[in-house]
C-alpha cells in the first residue's frame, strides 16, 4: 500500500515538472502569439497578460501588405524557392556522396573523408570572408545563387549522418543485386534509396528548418528588398527611426512559424526513426 502511494506520488511530481518544464519552453510562443492579437499600445505594457484585452486581428492583414509595396507574399514565395531548392540539392548531394564513400572503394577514400569531417570543425565565420569574394567575382551578390548553389554539394553533417546509416545495411544485398545485373547507381536507386527514407527525410528537415530559419546568408547576400526572404523581411519590417507596428510584425513571425510546425507535424514519425536508427546502426 505504502509502495503504490509513493509510486503515485512520484507520478504526480513527474507530471508537475514536466508540465512545468513544457509551459517554461513553451511560454516565448504563446507571448509571441498573444502579442500578435494586441494593439501596438497594449504589447509592452501589458506584456505579463497573455490574454488581450482586445483582439486585434487586424495585425494579420496589416502586416501581410508588407513594407515598401511590397506584400509578405513575396517574402514568403523567396523564402519557399530558397528552402525547397536548397533540401533538394542537400538530399542529392549526400546521398551521392555518402553511397560513394560508404559502399565505392576508391584511392584516398580514408583521406577525403577526414577532410570532409575536418570542414565540419570550422566555425561558419571563417568562411564567410572567402565564399564573399567568390561569390561577388562569380557575379551572384543580390540573387539567390549563393544561398543556393553551395547546398547541391552536399554537407558534412549530412553525409556522416547517411554513411553510419548505410554502414548498418548488410553488403550482401549489393552484391545480390549485382548478380541480377545492376550496376552502382542500380544498386543505389533500386535497393538502398526505399531504406534509406527515414534518413533521407531527417536530412530534410533539418535543412528545411536551418535554410528557413537563416538570417545572415541573406542579410549578407541579398541587397533588393524585393529578395529578402521572410527572415531579413521581419528584421527590415522593423523601423528604428519610426513607430513600428509591433502588433503586425508578431503576426507575421506567428505565420512564419507555420511553414516549420507544419512540416515537423508531418514528418516527425520518419525524423525520429532516422535519427535512432542511425544511432544504433553506426
Same mark, same amino acid.
Request: net charge positive; proline share 5%; hydrophobic share 55%.
Given at each position: 500500500?505504502?509502495?503504490?502511494?509513493?509510486?503515485?506520488?512520484?507520478?504526480?511530481?513527474?507530471?508537475?515538472? =514536466?508540465?512545468?518544464?513544457?509551459?517554461?519552453?513553451?511560454?516565448?510562443?504563446?507571448?509571441?502569439?498573444?502579442?500578435?492579437?494586441?494593439?501596438?499600445?497594449?504589447?509592452?505594457?501589458?506584456?505579463?497578460?497573455?490574454?488581450?484585452? =482586445?483582439?486585434?486581428?487586424?495585425?494579420?492583414?496589416?502586416?501581410?501588405?508588407?513594407?515598401?509595396?511590397?506584400?509578405?507574399?513575396?517574402?514568403?514565395?523567396?523564402?519557399?524557392?530558397?528552402?525547397?531548392?536548397?533540401?533538394?540539392?542537400?538530399?542529392?548531394?549526400?546521398?551521392?556522396?555518402? @553511397?560513394?564513400?560508404?559502399?565505392?572503394?576508391?584511392?584516398?577514400?580514408?583521406?577525403?573523408?577526414?577532410?570532409?569531417?575536418?570542414?565540419?570543425?570550422?566555425?561558419?565565420?571563417?568562411? =564567410?570572408?572567402?565564399? @564573399?569574394?567568390? /561569390?561577388?567575382?562569380?557575379?551572384?551578390?543580390?540573387?539567390?545563387?549563393?544561398?543556393?548553389?553551395?547546398?547541391?554539394?552536399?554537407?558534412?553533417?549530412?553525409?556522416? $549522418?547517411?554513411?553510419?546509416?548505410?554502414?548498418?545495411?548488410?553488403?550482401? $544485398?549489393?552484391?545480390?543485386?549485382?548478380?541480377?545485373?545492376?550496376?552502382? /547507381?542500380?544498386?543505389?536507386?533500386?535497393?538502398?534509396?526505399?531504406?534509406?527514407?527515414?534518413?533521407?527525410? !531527417?536530412?530534410?528537415?533539418?535543412?528545411?528548418?536551418? !535554410?528557413?530559419?537563416?538570417?545572415?546568408?541573406?542579410?549578407? @547576400? $541579398?541587397?533588393?528588398?524585393?529578395?529578402? =526572404?521572410?527572415?531579413?523581411? $521581419?528584421?527590415?519590417?522593423?523601423?528604428? !527611426?519610426?513607430?513600428?507596428?509591433?502588433?503586425?510584425? /508578431?503576426?507575421?513571425?506567428?505565420?512564419?512559424?507555420?511553414?516549420?510546425?507544419?512540416?515537423?507535424?508531418?514528418?516527425?514519425?520518419?525524423?525520429?526513426?532516422?535519427?535512432?536508427? !542511425?544511432?544504433?546502426?553506426?
Amino acid at each position: 500500500m505504502i509502495s503504490k502511494q509513493r509510486q503515485i506520488l512520484h507520478m504526480i511530481l513527474l507530471h508537475t515538472f =514536466t508540465a512545468g518544464f513544457a509551459l517554461v519552453m513553451m511560454y516565448p510562443l504563446l507571448w509571441m502569439v498573444s502579442s500578435s492579437l494586441k494593439d501596438t499600445s497594449e504589447i509592452f505594457v501589458h506584456a505579463h497578460q497573455l490574454i488581450p484585452s =482586445t483582439f486585434k486581428l487586424d495585425n494579420y492583414s496589416n502586416g501581410f501588405k508588407g513594407f515598401a509595396g511590397i506584400s509578405f507574399a513575396v517574402f514568403f514565395k523567396n523564402s519557399l524557392i530558397v528552402t525547397i531548392l536548397s533540401v533538394i540539392g542537400t538530399v542529392i548531394s549526400s546521398v551521392l556522396t555518402a @553511397y560513394g564513400f560508404a559502399r565505392i572503394r576508391f584511392r584516398g577514400a580514408a583521406i577525403w573523408f577526414a577532410c570532409m569531417m575536418t570542414t565540419m570543425m570550422l566555425p561558419s565565420e571563417v568562411l =564567410t570572408i572567402p565564399q @564573399y569574394i567568390l /561569390f561577388q567575382k562569380l557575379g551572384w551578390i543580390n540573387t539567390f545563387k549563393p544561398l543556393i548553389i553551395p547546398s547541391f554539394f552536399g554537407g558534412a553533417f549530412f553525409i556522416f $549522418l547517411l554513411i553510419q546509416f548505410l554502414r548498418g545495411i548488410p553488403k550482401e $544485398l549489393d552484391e545480390s543485386a549485382k548478380i541480377d545485373g545492376c550496376g552502382l /547507381f542500380g544498386i543505389l536507386a533500386r535497393i538502398l534509396l526505399p531504406l534509406l527514407i527515414s534518413p533521407i527525410i !531527417t536530412v530534410a528537415i533539418f535543412k528545411f528548418y536551418w !535554410t528557413w530559419d537563416d538570417f545572415f546568408s541573406p542579410l549578407l @547576400y $541579398l541587397n533588393s528588398p524585393k529578395l529578402a =526572404t521572410v527572415a531579413l523581411a $521581419l528584421k527590415n519590417f522593423s523601423d528604428p !527611426t519610426m513607430q513600428t507596428d509591433w502588433g503586425a510584425l /508578431f503576426a507575421m513571425s506567428v505565420l512564419s512559424l507555420v511553414p516549420v510546425v507544419l512540416v515537423f507535424a508531418g514528418f516527425q514519425k520518419y525524423m525520429v526513426d532516422g535519427i535512432s536508427t !542511425t544511432g544504433l546502426k553506426g
